[in-house]
């Protein structure tokens, strides 16, 4: 099946600093990126959608200038967590998806990110 | 959006089936039934989808009601790694924004 790679897989920062994250699919063209972020017992909760070289669709109460999305070319998205602060401290998660018909999503692994 | 309603957990003994329900009393007529997986500490990953027929694949199979109100996904013999969250998800026809709910805990017994 398609894979979903993400880096790193776990990070911690300072509070105030930015952080990267990078998603890619490795074997297929990826016409749209989903980022999507989940608190320990939860779910996912969807925080924004990428299309290859058009800006970010941000779910309702996600803030476009602190999550800082990036969908550059059809196999790399990436999402900027801008002057982090402890309550960002989550599991980031990505997901590709062709975007075609009934599609599946393929996710990638997640990235822990822990905000001291 | 239509919305599914799935039991907050289930358990099941290793190697035996396993029926995991969903139900969709307000399915739209072009609405998909997903249904994915998260293993702990992991992305979900894709189990199976239908529309009305049952499906099988070599992960599970997806029994889908006459009225489409509700579907069941089954494990046919269930290992300890498929202990996750299984989460029933309606998609429309080229609409990938998809939503999760609370999904389904399954613990499996030795």
Same mark, same amino acid.
């Given at each position: 099946?398609?894979v ?9 920062c ?6 990267k994250?990078?998603c890619?699919s490795l074997?297929?063209?990826a ?5 999507y972020?989940?608190?320990?017992k939860q779910?996912?909760?969807l925080?924004? /959608? ?17 999550f800082l ?5 059809l196999t790399?998205? /990436?999402l ?30 997640g /990235? ?5 | 959006?239509a ?8 358990e099941s003994?290793?190697?035996?089936p ?7 009393s307000t ?5 998909y @039934? ?6 702990p ?9 239908? *529309?009305?027929?049952n499906v ?7 029994? @889908? ?7 069941? *996904? @089954?494990?046919h013999?269930?290992t *300890?790694r498929?202990?996750a969250?299984?989460?029933? @998800? *309606? ?6 924004d ?7 805990r ?5």
């Amino acid at each position: 099946g398609a894979v979903v790679s993400q880096h790193p897989s776990r990070v911690i920062c300072k509070s105030g600093t930015s952080v990267k994250i990078e998603c890619r699919s490795l074997d297929f063209q990826a016409t749209t990126m989903f980022w999507y972020r989940q608190f320990p017992k939860q779910s996912l909760m969807l925080m924004a /959608t990428s299309n290859e070289g058009s800006k970010a669709t941000y779910e309702q109460g996600v803030e476009k200038d602190k999550f800082l999305i990036n969908h550059a070319s059809l196999t790399l998205s /990436t999402l900027t967590v801008t002057s982090a602060h402890p309550e960002d401290s989550s599991f980031y998660i990505c997901s590709a998806a062709t975007g075609r018909g009934t599609d599946t999503q393929y996710f990638g692994p997640g /990235t822990r990110l822990t905000v001291l | 959006d239509a919305k599914t309603t799935q039991p907050n957990s289930m358990e099941s003994n290793e190697e035996e089936p396993v029926h995991l329900p969903c139900n969709h009393s307000t399915i739209s007529g072009t609405d998909y @039934i997903h249904w994915y997986r998260q293993l702990p500490s992991q992305g979900p990953e894709y189990v199976i989808h239908g *529309l009305t027929s049952n499906v099988n694949n070599r992960m599970a199979s997806l029994a @889908i009601a006459e009225d489409r109100k509700s579907s069941t *996904l @089954i494990l046919h013999r269930a290992t *300890l790694r498929d202990a996750a969250v299984y989460y029933c @998800i *309606l998609l429309k026809y080229n609409n990938n924004d998809m939503r999760f709910g609370a999904g389904t805990r399954l613990t499996v017994k030795p």
